[in-house]
């Protein structure tokens, strides 16, 4: 569990760009972790490097402090690194639910990469919302993203990339958790450093702290591994105080830390009615595929029926989008795309999956919403993931 520490945002960024970027390219030739932490550079360089992808960045832009409420507006939001900050942050001003949000828990936040115009996207949405957040990297990436975004003109400033949390109220115990890998991130196309994190702290609502985590589970990984990961955040929560979990829980129903498995999982599915696997499993991952997952939370005493909309979508997979084929063409071999054109002909090469969520414990969850005109309704879509909220009572 990595821990808050005094170093500044500044300082860290400064780390990155004098000590550890001139070093990625010598980086870049490795094809394993085992041959990356072998190599002399990486060696000298490692106590640095886990410096930069241990520590929190926070800052505080409140202009004020904000009252205590019976209810508090909880949103997640997987904003796919930040690309459409803009839009994002028009949202987030105007949309009727999202501008009254106390919380924002955001998945796939960039700093310093140049597919999200090298911003440090969750510290300028805090700016710009009067707002106080906390950033947990969760990788360095040693090169610019995967699929489209290698073709991005011009290079990473930093090459950070994780997640956080946005509050109107005070935060407090910030604290990354770090999560076993689902993959090499060295030996795959996107080559990376570090590992997922989930960033976790202490809300200071008047009164009543509440525990939070910004929760982002590995696409690459199995069903089993991705409840394991779950295991390992659930054991660091605070047990005495009341907490909130959401974000991206990658609730695919598919195994798919090989290209092997996801393939014999994709003509299992098809054997069994792809419309079926649609209404009674993509949409419903608790019911068979992620049970363990959705038992796990229960039997730690977390409620996630009430604080989600059943049977709603939260992702939308377009077989047409070049986003979307091009990141499943990193690890899916070309020749299995007209099959899943095929499987998919009935639905306008289209796939509705349940990815994000929440999870509350010691609190109610109540008014569960699924934001899809982000996405859907957008004429730019805002991200490739739905927002999705709670009003925690």
């Known amino acids: 569990m990595i821990s808050q520490t005094d170093y500044s945002v500044d300082q860290l960024h400064d780390l990155i760009r004098k000590r550890l970027a001139p070093a990625f390219p010598q980086f870049r030739q490795c094809r394993s972790s085992e041959e990356l932490h072998d190599h002399p550079v990486y060696r000298q360089l490692a106590e640095e490097i886990r410096m ?33 900050l803009q839009g994002q942050l028009d949202a987030l001003r105007h949309d009727p639910f999202l501008r009254d949000a106390d919380v924002l828990l955001l998945i796939e936040t960039d700093v310093g990469m140049v597919r999200s115009g090298n911003a440090d996207v969750a510290r300028t949405m805090a700016r710009e919302l009067g707002m106080c957040y906390a950033f947990v990297p969760c990788y360095l990436s040693l090169v610019k993203g995967s699929g489209v975004e290698r073709d991005t003109p011009g290079e990473n400033d930093l090459g950070l990339h994780g997640n956080a949390i946005l509050s ?58 991705r409840m394991e990961q779950m295991r390992s955040i659930l054991d660091t929560m605070p047990a005495d105080l009341p907490a909130v979990l959401g974000g991206d829980w990658n609730t695919s129903t598919y195994n798919s830390s090989r290209a092997f498995h996801a393939i014999c999982g994709f003509w299992l599915r ?67 795309f007209p099959f899943i054109h095929w499987s998919l002909r009935n639905h306008d090469g289209r796939c509705p999956l349940k990815l994000d969520w929440f999870a509350v414990r010691g609190v109610k969850a ?28």
């Not at 930069?52 to 800052?59: F, I, K, N, Y």
């Not at 958790?177 to 689902?182: A, H, K, S, V, Y």
């Not at 994190?197 to 199995?222: E, K, N, W, Y």
Request: hydrophobic share 35%; with cysteine.
């Open 270 to 336: 098809v054997f069994m009615g792809v419309d079926y696997v649609i209404r009674n499993h993509y949409l419903y991952p608790d019911n068979l595929f992620e049970r363990e997952l959705f038992r796990l939370l229960e039997a730690r005493g977390y409620n996630y029926r009430d604080a989600n909309l059943a049977g709603r979508h939260t992702v939308l997979y377009d077989m047409r989008d070049p986003r979307a084929a091009g990141s499943l063409g990193e690890w899916v071999p070309g020749w299995c």
């Open 52 to 84: 930069a992808l241990e520590t929190p960045q926070c800052g505080d832009y409140r202009r004020g402090e904000a009252a205590a409420k019976e209810r508090y507006r909880f949103a997640a939001w997987n904003i796919e690194r930040g690309t459409q």
């Open 366 to 393: 109540e008014n569960p919403v699924i934001l899809h005109e982000k996405r859907d309704g957008s004429h730019v879509p805002l991200s490739d993931h739905d927002a999705v909220g709670a009003d925690i009572r």
């Open 168 to 225: 109107r109220y005070p935060l407090r115990e910030v604290r990354g958790i770090g999560l076993e890998n689902g993959i090499d991130k060295i030996a795959s196309r996107e080559q990376r450093l570090g590992r997922q994190t989930t960033i976790a702290g202490v809300v200071d609502f008047p009164g009543r702290p509440m525990a939070a985590a910004a929760v982002h589970l590995c696409a690459q990984s199995s069903q089993r591994h």
